[in-house]
């Protein structure tokens, strides 16, 4: 009864691991037949030209964003606090969100400056564990 049990489930197994060659032969007589493409693209250079040939106004308000685009990188670039360099050192802007339902779940902003204070010293390679933390030597700043 083993004997049975297990050559039919070989049987079974190896019937069921052979390639379906069939369906592969009839999805590419389909597609050459109609004449089809196999292969899809991304409609929407499709759909904006349909949309500057129905608005010939579109085309402006397109150029019109993309200069006043421009003239801001270009401004932002002159300005001092775009590059936001302090001692050599870049400057980031961080923002903490505290979320709370009663005044007892609030933190105070001695422990929200702590954490930030922490998160310098990580930074600037300054914590005492750094010596400890071998997979992040190579990116130290």
């Known amino acids: 009864m083993k004997k049975l049990i297990l050559s ?3 049987a079974t197994m190896l019937l ?25 693209s991304c409609a929407s250079t499709d759909v904006l030209a349909r949309q500057l040939q129905e608005d ?37 802007p961080v923002i903490v969100n505290v979320l709370y339902r009663t005044t007892a779940e609030n ?11 922490i998160l ?5 390679a300054l914590n005492a564990d750094l010596a400890t933390s071998n997979p992040f030597n190579a990116v130290k700043a």
């Open 8 to 10: 039919m489930a070989a």
């Open 16 to 40: 069921s691991c052979q390639n379906d060659d069939s369906a592969k032969q009839q999805t590419s007589t389909d597609t050459s037949g109609a004449g089809v493409s196999a292969r899809r």
């Open 120 to 124: 310098n010293k990580d930074f600037n």
């Open 107 to 117: 933190i105070s902003l001695a422990q929200i400056q702590s954490q930030i204070d």
């Open 56 to 92: 010939p106004g579109l085309a402006t308000k397109m150029n019109q964003v993309e200069a006043f685009t421009q003239n801001y990188i270009q401004s932002q670039e002159n300005a001092p606090a775009f590059s936001r360099l302090v001692n050599g050192k870049i400057e980031l």
